[in-house]
């Protein structure tokens, strides 16, 4: 929907802000970088788009809360995801009806133990399941 805010949690040089901006550019986009000299760049390259802010800075203490829709690529070890799967329930209520993408998902067992979320995991590899082809579709329940 227009309506929807996207928010990039570790950007990097903005490929799915760049996939958003073909398909969904009407919406706000939201980028977070932790590292400063990439989030620069990625800054620099996508000035020219209004609807498009990148914050440098560690998604724990950066996410927005106006966010509707979270993509984030699995960098992470474990402990990152559960802390952000702390943060995530700390800004949001159930009823706001927001999305989380996990793709790459290799600690998506810490939201499937956890009864206050529903997990759909989507194979998009087109071929044998890997883990590099397997997107998860978390929402709080």
């Known amino acids: ?3 929807d805010v996207l928010v990039d949690i570790g950007c990097g040089h903005g ?20 590292f400063h000299d990439i989030a620069e760049r990625t800054r620099e390259r996508l ?32 402990e990152s995801v559960q802390l952000l ?3 995530f329930c ?4 159930r009823d706001q009806k927001v999305k989380f993408l996990y793709y790459n ?9 956890d009864p206050a979320w529903t997990v759909t ?10 883990p590099f082809s397997e997107l998860a579709i978390l929402k709080m329940s």
């Open 1 to 3: 929907m227009p309506s």
């Open 15 to 34: 490929r799915v802000i760049n996939h958003w901006l073909r398909h969904y550019s009407r919406n706000q986009i939201i980028g977070i970088e932790c």
């Open 47 to 78: 000035k020219s788009y209004d609807n498009v802010k990148i914050i440098t800075g560690n998604a724990l203490e950066a996410l927005p809360e106006n966010g509707s829709l979270f993509y984030f690529y699995n960098p992470f070890g474990p």
């Open 85 to 87: 799967k702390q943060q």
């Open 90 to 93: 700390k800004l949001f209520d």
């Open 105 to 113: 998902c290799r600690h998506v067992d810490i939201f499937e133990c």
């Open 121 to 130: 995991r989507v194979n998009i590899g087109g071929g044998a399941a890997s």
